[in-house]
């Protein structure tokens, strides 16, 4: 859980690289929306998909699993 401090909002490690995954996103798609190219808009889509489904894969992985 994200924990607030008088010195401001203190992030975790996940939270802190959803937040850059967004960002980069967001400005990638102005660009490809700026270009406005069919190939641009597939290659886009592609590693979009694979870089996501990626990060996810590996958070779901590197969480360490819990014993009963």
């Known amino acids: 859980m994200t924990t607030i401090t ?3 909002l203190q992030l975790r490690r996940t939270e ?3 937040l850059v ?3 980069v ?3 990638s798609l102005a660009v490809v929306y700026t270009v406005d190219d069919a190939i641009l808009w597939i290659l886009w889509a592609v590693i979009v998909v694979l870089v996501s489904g990626g990060v996810m894969v590996y958070y779901n992985r590197s ?3 819990e014993s009963e």
């Open 6 to 8: 008088m010195k401001g």
């Open 16 to 18: 802190r690289h959803t």
């Open 21 to 23: 995954l967004t960002v």
């Open 25 to 27: 996103y967001v400005l």
């Open 63 to 65: 969480t360490p699993v």
